[in-house]
């Protein structure tokens, strides 16, 4: 992908220099993948997020889609296959071996690339993660293609991919495509793309591949996985309802009154980057470009301005209500509700009403 | 030991205007900064040095103004600085820039074989993460991405531990040397430049490498020739359709406000309350 952004063209064919025709060789890759990430037992959600867009993309290309899972034999790999078939997959290719259990560079940057060598796909995507970004960057300069990083839309212009993806934090978006090499990579965000329908009842084919890899050649050794002791305490980026505090609300005191509001709804608190900063909030509540994306039913953002910054990690919300004391901040532009007013008065306010009136249906139910 | 650390000169995102009818970067006024994610990436290189000895080395790819970030990296306490800067640069993607940083890299090797090469996690810029994994790979290094922490650096050995970040908890590698390391921000403070330091920036003779000076190879690698991303369209973000419902306190009072908006919300989505209602009940 492109760090910086060249001035806009309609096409770049016939810039000097570039070679943007598909060279005759690279014209029988078919076939959208995806990489299906997995780690001590569970798919990470992204892969099925991204299985959805393959779905789509594949079909204006009247392709196919095929899951990738890469790992240890004494791992569920056959049911997390079944799963891909059912979030939309058409095949998997498998790689079953010792070496490939716990995610580690080396053996994953050779199975994936000897796969897209073998069945040569057009088009790879992979979830925008550690894991698939550690990944996608070994694996695209393994092949010498085009890798589009960080992508909120994915969409097909001719035959190509058209990867949008913001860049310089979000000030601007830019539509990436790899025109005279195949894979065209891309990496996405979770979250970014909504989950599709699982269909149980949709099937498909299995091709196994062997690794040809020994653990005596591979560097690096993966000792142990030490899992977080809050894991399931902060889960923003599957929170139903977020709360989430700015520097509007002036001071570490009265962001607790999100807490207060969060706490009636069962919500999460979210913040924005300068609230991290200041100590506020914890790194793991950041929404934005440089946290997390979050796509909840109802998104409240008190004395947030709604910098391009925060906003590309939340305008993919149901519902988003703002409160700000700028009629003209910018977060009104992409809110439902706007309250114009100081947050540190709104919120108990909300606090309130919203503790009221879920008394009374909770009563009722109870 | 000899640590090499890539950094980028970029614009300081928070102070970014989009000319609003060409859709261009005004980077007028705009400061340049040492990519922030990139300090992190060289204070645990200098933390390095500063427990084992040897030499760190700054690079940068960059017009000739990228400079004053290599002299802010001298006076942090780099040991040395290159500055690779070539109009047939321009335009690169990720995979064009790795690979002349990698060549880069091999040629400051030539004078003193590197164990370590740090980048930082990602650039605000760019944001993609991928030029690190990238260089990497061109020059056989032991790969280490978001490493929150060194845990053991063995140099008689070479065998070195670090902790790295990944989904649900972190992961304990053991790994040899050279090796490229990807820091993660947070897991360092960037110490304060010392004043015998901010001075040898002043006048330090940093390095300017043209392509050839930088031992490139083969040109159709480099810049716009050498990237397979083309930028098809840049466009600024599409402002929604729909104004948002708004309404002012001052018109009323916090707690009408607050009911109001409560019921709408309620209305128009009632899935939301019901939602709610389920999980508050559980």
């Not at chain 1, 943007?20 to 990489?35: I, M």
């Not at chain 1, 997020?49 to 569920?76: C, N, Y």
């Not at chain 1, 070496?99 to 994936?112: A, D, H, M, Q, S």
């Not at chain 2, 084992?52 to 970030?69: I, N, Y």
Request: net charge neutral; hydrophobic share 40%; glycine share 8%.
């Amino acid at each position: 992908m492109s760090d910086t952004p060249k001035p806009a063209a309609p096409r770049a064919a016939g810039r000097a220099g570039r070679n943007t025709e598909l060279p005759e060789h690279l014209k029988s890759y078919k076939g959208v993948w995806v990489f299906v990430e997995h780690d001590r037992g569970h798919v990470n959600p992204v892969s099925w997020e991204l299985m959805g867009e393959a779905r789509k993309l594949a079909d204006k290309l009247q392709v196919g889609v095929a899951g990738v899972i890469l790992g240890g034999p004494d791992e569920p790999l056959d049911s997390y296959a079944r799963e891909a078939y059912a979030y939309g997959a058409d095949r998997c290719y498998l790689m079953r071996d010792a070496v490939l259990k716990g995610y580690r560079n080396e053996p994953f940057t050779k199975g994936l690339t000897d796969l897209v060598n073998t069945h040569q796909p057009e088009i790879m995507l992979l979830g925008a993660s550690a894991m698939g970004r550690d990944l996608a960057g070994s694996v695209a300069t393994t092949l010498g293609t085009g890798l589009t990083a960080d992508c909120t839309e994915l969409n097909i212009d001719g035959r190509a991919l058209a990867a949008t993806r913001p860049t310089f934090g979000g000030s601007l978006l830019c539509t990436i495509m790899t025109l005279a090499y195949r894979p065209q990579m891309a990496t996405v965000r979770p979250r970014v793309m909504q989950l599709p329908l699982r269909d149980d009842s949709r099937s498909g084919d299995v091709v196994e591949q062997g690794l040809g890899m020994v653990e005596t050649e591979i560097v690096t050794k993966l000792l142990e996985f030490i899992p977080d002791a809050t894991r399931n305490t902060i889960n923003l980026p599957f929170a139903d309802v977020i709360i989430s505090g700015g520097k509007g609300l002036k001071n570490a005191d009265n962001f607790k009154l999100v807490w207060d509001l969060a706490r009636v709804l069962g919500a999460e608190v979210g913040a924005t980057r300068a609230v991290v900063q200041a100590g506020w909030a914890e790194a793991e509540r950041q929404v934005g470009q440089t946290g997390k994306t979050v796509r909840p039913k109802l998104y409240i953002a008190a004395g947030i301005s709604g910098a391009i910054q925060h906003r590309v990690g939340m305008e993919g919300s149901d519902v988003i209500v703002a409160i700000n004391t700028d009629a003209n901040a910018p977060i009104f532009d992409i809110a439902h509700h706007g309250i114009v007013g100081n947050a540190m008065q709104v919120l108990p306010a909300l606090t309130q009403a919203f503790s009221n009136r879920l008394a009374r249906h909770i009563r009722k139910v109870a | 030991m000899h640590i090499v650390v890539c950094i980028k000169q970029v614009p300081d995102s928070a102070q970014i205007r989009v000319h609003p009818v060409t859709n261009t970067i005004m980077r007028q006024g705009v400061p340049a900064i040492v990519n922030p994610y990139d300090l992190f990436a060289l204070e645990e290189a200098l933390r390095l040095k500063d427990r084992f000895g040897g030499r760190v080395t700054v690079l940068c790819m960059g017009p000739p103004q990228a400079e004053d970030s290599l002299r802010k990296c001298i006076s942090f306490g780099a040991t040395d600085a290159v500055l690779v800067t070539d109009r047939a640069f321009a335009g690169a993607d990720t995979l064009a820039t790795s690979y002349a940083l990698a060549a880069a890299i091999r040629k400051i090797g030539q004078e003193q074989a590197v164990d370590l090469v740090f980048t930082g996690k990602q650039t605000i810029d760019g944001d993609t993460a991928q030029v690190g994994p990238g260089i990497a790979k061109r020059l056989g290094l032991n790969l280490l991405t978001y490493v929150s922490r060194i845990v053991e650096l063995d140099l008689d050995t070479r065998r070195l531990k670090v902790e790295r970040r990944a989904e649900g908890g972190v992961q304990l590698l053991e790994t040899m040397l050279p090796s490229l390391i990807t820091m993660l921000e947070g897991s360092n403070e960037m110490r304060f430049a010392r004043l015998d330091d901010m001075l040898r920036a002043g006048r330090f003779p940093l390095r300017k490498w043209n392509k050839d000076d930088a031992g490139i190879e083969d040109l159709a690698k480099i810049g716009l020739k050498g990237s397979p991303t083309v930028v098809s369209k840049v466009f600024g973000p599409t402002p929604r359709a729909h104004k948002a419902d708004m309404q002012v306190v001052e018109d009323s009072s916090p707690n009408d406000v607050a009911l109001n908006l409560v019921e709408k919300v309620f209305t128009t989505h009632p899935q939301i309350e019901a939602g709610l209602v389920e999980r508050l009940s559980a």
